[in-house]
């Protein structure tokens, strides 16, 4: 078994070249916001959620993005609302957001 159950990954890539990346729509503010509100929920630690920082995940054309294994479920985002409700439904009841899965 895995240690979490759930390992959230945030790109949050950062591109001198002119080119989309993660962190130009503020994805470092996202994770952390992901990260308290994950911990203030109880999810965090062993057996639970770990939010992490990612380098490229090289898929910021799509982003901003995130990853969650051990689903391997990518996901884009607007802004903390959506965060909330991919912690509240896929993290929580393990039901994937369709609407924001890439």
């Excluded at 002119?18 to 992901?34: F, I, K, L, N, W």
């Excluded at 896929?90 to 957001?97: A, D, K, P, Q, S």
Aim: glycine fraction near 8%; aromatic fraction near 8%; charged fraction near 25%.
């Amino acid at each position: 078994m895995s240690y979490f159950r759930h390992h959230v990954f945030f790109c949050t890539n950062q591109r001198d070249d002119g080119r989309q990346a993660c962190e130009q729509c503020g994805a470092s503010a996202v994770r952390d916001h992901a990260k308290a509100r994950v911990k203030a929920l109880g999810l965090s630690g062993a057996g639970g959620v770990r939010i992490n920082t990612a380098g490229c995940l090289d898929r910021c054309a799509e982003g901003p993005v995130l990853v969650i294994y051990p689903e391997a479920v990518w996901y884009t985002y607007v802004d903390t609302d959506d965060i909330d409700e991919i912690i509240d439904v896929h993290l929580r009841e393990g039901r994937i957001v369709e609407r924001l899965k890439i």
